[in-house]
């Protein structure tokens, strides 16, 4: 379904009367998933496009290959569980990492080229886990958003985090949050956006649209008019990274993508996604689109 997102509804009502009237329109395609399918946490094959559920809602999700097997694992938080909890792709088994917390994510921060799972707990801090051990060690204050991504190219990842309207970097080389920006959050998210192969930072601001950081310029450039929540991959597998975004107003509400270089937005669920991220949950090669709703 490739309409203007802005213009959703009229375009359905006029599609619609044209329909009627016999006209010619451009054929409506159905998301492939919807409000009638069971809740849960689902990923989507990029080579194929059909959507997997993989286990039931999480309040947090994301991936990153926590075994070092080169295979990303699925990283989400069930709050019935009472914790966060890691899938390893290997063999499909499931360890808990933690107790409930704000936010996760997995990204080399100690630079030894592994993944590390970063936490955020109210009023405790943000602490990331080491691989081998298994022990988790503050790095520095809580934060309700994060994100992880190398800012000054030290090959060192730094993390981006978020709160009382503010947008905070933490460097590894310094030992405390510097302010990025104002205004407040919706998401965070770390993507590859210009032509060079460092990732840049997205931010969904609450009242401003989407917006990326270029890492190497420092230049912020907008990207969407609105988002609630962000994320990134190439999912139609053109080469080229496409913006995943979650609505949860009611005039657009679902999962849409903008595929680059494309004005419009494309829907690809109804359902209303809690939290979306991205990672190669199936090891093709190619990252997957993952949603909890
Ligand atoms: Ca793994
Ligand atoms: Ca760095
Ligand atoms: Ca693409
Ligand atoms: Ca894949």
Not at 81 to 88: A, K, L
Not at 214 to 231: A, P, V, Y
Request: charged fraction near 20%; proline fraction near 1%.
């Amino acid at each position: 379904m490739k309409i203007r997102h802005l213009s959703l509804v009229l375009f359905i009502i006029l599609a619609s009367s044209l329909i009627s009237c016999g006209s010619v329109v451009e054929e409506i395609i159905e998301p492939t998933l919807d409000i009638s399918l069971e809740s849960g946490v689902y990923s989507r094959d990029t080579l194929s496009g059909e959507w997997t559920r993989l286990s039931d809602s999480a309040s947090v999700i994301t991936s990153g290959d926590l075994d070092d097997d080169g295979l990303d694992d699925l990283i989400g938080q069930w709050n019935d569980q009472g914790g966060v909890f890691v899938e390893y792709a290997s063999d499909g088994t499931w360890e808990k990492m933690g107790a409930t917390g704000q936010t996760f994510i997995a990204c080399d921060y100690t630079g030894n080229n592994h993944d590390e799972l970063i936490g955020s707990w109210v009023g405790q801090g943000v602490y990331f886990r080491h691989s081998e051990t298994g022990v988790w060690e503050q790095i520095t204050t809580d934060t309700p958003w994060i994100t992880c991504l190398d800012l000054d190219d030290d090959g060192k990842d730094d993390l981006v985090g978020s709160w009382n309207n503010e947008l905070y970097a933490y460097m590894s080389t310094q030992s405390d949050w510097v302010k990025l920006s104002s205004g407040a959050v919706n998401d965070l998210a770390a993507c590859n956006m210009g032509g060079d192969k460092k990732l840049d930072l997205v931010v969904a601001w609450a009242d401003n649209g989407v917006y990326y950081r270029d890492t190497g310029t420092q230049e912020w450039h907008q990207l969407l008019l609105e988002g609630d929540l962000i994320t990134c991959a190439d999912i139609n597998n053109d080469g080229a990274n496409d913006i995943v975004y979650g609505i949860r107003s009611v005039l657009n509400p679902g999962l849409w993508v903008q595929y680059t270089g494309e004005k419009d937005s494309v829907n690809l669920s109804t359902a209303v996604p809690v939290d979306i991220s991205a990672g190669d949950l199936n090891d093709d090669g190619k990252d997957d689109l993952i949603m909890t709703w």
